[in-house]
C-alpha cells in the first residue's frame, strides 16, 4: 500500500478543519436569518402550494 504524501495529509485535514469553521458560520447567518424572520411583519405573496414572504424570504407551504 502506498503512503500518502505528508503535504496531501496537511492539505486534507486543512480542508476538513475549514469546513468545520465555515459551518460554524453557516449556522450563525442561518441563526440571524431566524431572528430576523420572527420579528418581521410578513408581508406574503402567495403562489400555488406555498407563500413567501417579500421582506424576509419566509417560505410557508399552504395546504389545502
Known amino acids: 500500500m502506498v503512503q500518502p504524501s505528508i503535504n496531501k495529509v496537511k492539505q486534507v485535514s486543512y480542508?476538513?478543519?475549514?469546513i468545520n469553521r465555515?459551518?460554524?458560520i453557516i449556522e450563525q447567518l442561518e441563526e440571524?436569518?431566524?431572528q430576523i424572520q420572527?420579528?418581521?411583519k410578513h408581508i406574503f405573496?402567495?403562489?400555488e402550494?406555498?407563500?413567501?414572504c417579500t421582506k424576509c424570504h419566509k417560505v410557508e407551504v399552504?395546504?389545502?
Open 45 to 47: 405573496l402567495e403562489v
Open 38 to 40: 420572527i420579528q418581521c
Open 15 to 18: 480542508l476538513k478543519e475549514e
Open 22 to 24: 465555515l459551518k460554524n
Open 49 to 52: 402550494g406555498f407563500r413567501k
Open 32 to 34: 440571524q436569518i431566524s
Open 62 to 64: 399552504i395546504y389545502y
